[in-house]
């Protein structure tokens, strides 16, 4: 059985970093796409980074030269590290597995939506403050 446990959240000053963990368990494999996706208040759950197993990443724009999103396979772990961090990136995180698939395309244009992937964590709040 697949599990997903977020981990590192927490408030943070703006233009500070903060990185997140995910700890994965009951999938080990090299076929998944993985990704990091938030959600504000009021507002639909997006995907901002995205990793899959040969290690391509993709970013949203929004976040691109501030987010790195890694896979340690040692400890079987996806982390988010997150930099520059402006008021507008706080939101609940979440971590996101797609198993026993090659890669995180979806269309040329767009990352892909929440219904894509069928395992999730229960979220850690992000709160970035002035």
């Known amino acids: 059985q697949v599990q997903l446990a977020e981990s590192g959240g927490g408030s943070v000053e703006v233009g500070g970093s903060l990185r997140l963990s995910c700890s994965i368990s009951?999938?080990?494999?090299?076929?998944?796409?993985m990704a990091w996706f938030r959600q504000a208040p009021q507002q639909e759950r997006v995907a901002v980074a995205l990793?899959?197993?040969?290690?391509?990443?993709n970013y949203a724009d929004s976040v691109k030269g501030r987010f790195n999103i890694s896979r340690d396979n040692t400890k079987n772990t996806l982390n988010l590290q997150m930099m520059r961090l402006p008021p507008e990136d706080s939101a609940m995180y979440y971590c996101?597995?797609?198993?026993?698939?090659?890669?995180?395309?979806?269309?040329?244009?767009?990352?892909?939506?929440?219904?894509?992937?069928?395992?999730w964590g229960q979220g850690t709040q992000v709160t970035v403050s002035s």
């Open positions: 996101a597995l797609r198993p026993n698939w090659r890669d995180c395309r979806y269309t040329p244009d767009r990352l892909p939506p929440p219904g894509f992937f069928g395992h």
């Open positions: 009951g999938y080990t494999y090299n076929h998944y796409c």
């Open positions: 990793i899959d197993g040969s290690g391509t990443r």
